[in-house]
């Protein structure tokens, strides 16, 4: 076997997600903001890379997704679309650019799709986004629907509360498989209902705060790493503490520095 056969890395697409969660194959996804993290997520042998709209909280400190505009968005998606050689990465459709008119929806989709080397958006939303998310498959554009918790929709739901509706849930998953989601985000739920969503429809589910019971998983990375601002969400585990590991370092350097000990004959050029 030649090297380069051995080094080549098969692309994961809608279709091989549909595939695994045929064949219960858990699903894995992580949120990626940046060339860096997406490469070695990548590199991991992650299924799914999310650029998703929480970097307004992640990365630019905000209280809320709201802040985050389609041309932040398109700048990090670029950055995770080329670090990507294996992964899917799907990209979140920012506020309000999958509440205003559909064509303007689509617009977005496709600049996504044209701008990036992505390959997929996200829509908050289920039974009454149906009509959008068909109007973006037919053009093109594959969806991934979000239910449950939506982020972008904080306001009126008045607060991050788990949802627990299972009848509506179920029926706004089963909306937006019929409509051509390829796949369900389900954020915050009960259990049971994630259970109920998964077994409705035959689309993969993703879940976020949503049990055990669906067909794959997805964190923020920054939460896995222990990189928070101070806030741990329940739903989440911490699988490295980086970001005692990045003060640590940041410290030692300081000291260093400050004693004269660094750079030393060996980290300067004569």
Same mark, same amino acid.
């Given at each position: 076997m030649s090297d380069s056969s051995k080094t080549s890395v098969k692309r994961i697409t809608i279709r091989t997600l549909q595939r695994m969660r045929d064949n219960e194959d858990a699903i894995t996804m992580l949120t990626a903001y940046d060339f860096p993290t997406a490469q070695l997520l990548d590199r991991s042998g992650i299924d799914v890379l999310l650029v998703g709209d929480s970097l307004g909280m992640v990365v630019q400190g905000h209280e809320t997704t709201l802040p985050v505009t389609m041309d932040q968005i398109i700048y990090h998606a670029e950055m995770v679309g080329r670090a990507s050689k294996r992964a899917l990465v799907v990209v979140d459709l920012p506020f309000p650019e999958g509440q205003l008119e559909i064509n303007r929806s689509i617009e977005a989709g496709a600049r996504v799709l044209q701008e990036t080397q992505c390959s997929a958006i996200k829509l908050e939303g289920g039974a009454e986004? &149906?009509?959008? *998310? &068909?109007? !973006?498959?037919? &053009?093109? *554009?594959?969806? !991934? &629907?979000?239910?449950?918790?939506?982020?972008?929709?904080i306001h009126v739901e008045g607060g991050y509360r788990v949802q627990r509706d299972i009848e509506q849930l179920v029926a706004d998953a089963k909306a937006a498989e019929a409509a051509g989601a390829f796949a369900v985000l389900i954020e915050c739920v009960s259990t049971d209902a994630a259970e109920a969503i998964t077994a409705a429809v035959k689309v993969p589910t993703i879940g976020i705060g949503a049990g055990g019971k669906v067909s794959g998983q997805v964190l923020v990375t920054h939460d896995i790493l222990g990189m928070t601002s101070g806030y741990t969400p329940k739903f989440t585990r911490n699988f490295a503490e980086v970001g005692k590991a990045i003060e640590q370092a940041a410290s030692d350097y300081i000291a260093e520095v400050k004693k004269g000990s660094f750079p030393s004959e060996k980290e300067s050029f004569e």
């Open positions: 986004q &149906a009509g959008r *998310i &068909a109007a !973006m498959v037919t &053009a093109g *554009i594959p969806v !991934m &629907a979000h239910v449950g918790l939506r982020p972008q929709n």
